[in-house]
């Protein structure tokens, strides 16, 4: 069964420091997202990209934050100068067109720790 | 905005027992989504639900929404060690977002 695969699993950074979070989504999806969570908190929206652009994005996706899909396959999120408060498990996540908006496929997740 | 209220915040049910996991939200919805995370993995799909009154079932996990489109209960029949995990409702917002609740621990004592 195909899913999203998100590279490194867990990723430690000093705090100010660039992050990029992989992600490989489902082949045929067309619709990709970042949700995060951080410890004891909901899972929140971040970021949705359709068509190599940025469709919507939270208060929280700042100019610190950027993604891309610089290939046919991946798909990265990048955090330019770390924060403590960016400490918080990364999902990738993506949608085939034409399915429902909210069936969303997610990856296991990248564990940020921010120290 | 958005918010999802689930209630409760964690459950522990003898095998084989039924339960209820609820979700209410401070707004009408437009598409209720329940998911699945079990302990180091993504959230995994597991039902969608968009009219009122309607009610789906996968298994024996059937869910529903009310008349009024802000409350849906998520129902487990004969719980199984399987069914363990957190379970999340999401509400759609607009064509590219899901809003959360806090989700639901569920574990299953044997």
């Known amino acids: 069964e195909p899913e999203v695969t998100q590279t490194p699993s867990h990723q430690v950074t000093q705090m100010g420091q660039e992050v990029i979070l992989r992600c490989v989504p489902i082949s045929n999806h067309l619709y990709f997202y970042w949700y995060r969570q951080i410890l004891g908190q909901k899972v929140e929206f971040l970021v949705s990209f359709y068509n190599n652009e940025i469709s919507e994005k939270s208060e929280i996706f700042d100019d610190q934050f950027s993604v891309e899909r610089p290939d046919g396959s991946n798909f990265t999120l990048k955090i330019r100068s770390t924060k403590l408060e960016d400490s918080a498990m990364y999902f990738c996540a993506s949608r085939a067109a034409g399915s429902l908006g909210g069936k969303l496929f997610f990856g296991s997740g990248t564990q940020l720790s921010v120290l | 905005s958005q918010e999802l209220e689930q209630s409760p915040q964690s459950l522990i049910v003898q095998e084989g027992k039924n339960l209820t996991i609820n979700c209410t939200s401070s707004?009408?919805?437009?598409?209720l989504y329940w998911y699945k995370q079990k302990y180091g993995e993504g959230l995994i799909f597991l039902m969608m639900l968009q009219k009122g009154g309607e009610e789906k079932s996968h298994e024996k996990i059937t869910a529903k929404l009310d008349e009024k489109k802000q409350q849906s209960s998520l129902h487990i029949t004969a719980s199984q060690p399987s069914h363990a995990g957190i379970y999340l409702c999401?509400?759609?917002?607009?064509?590219?977002?899901?809003?959360f609740g806090q989700g639901t621990r569920l574990t299953i004592n044997p």
């Open positions: 707004k009408t919805l437009y598409g």
């Open positions: 999401g509400a759609a917002q607009g064509a590219q977002k899901l809003v």
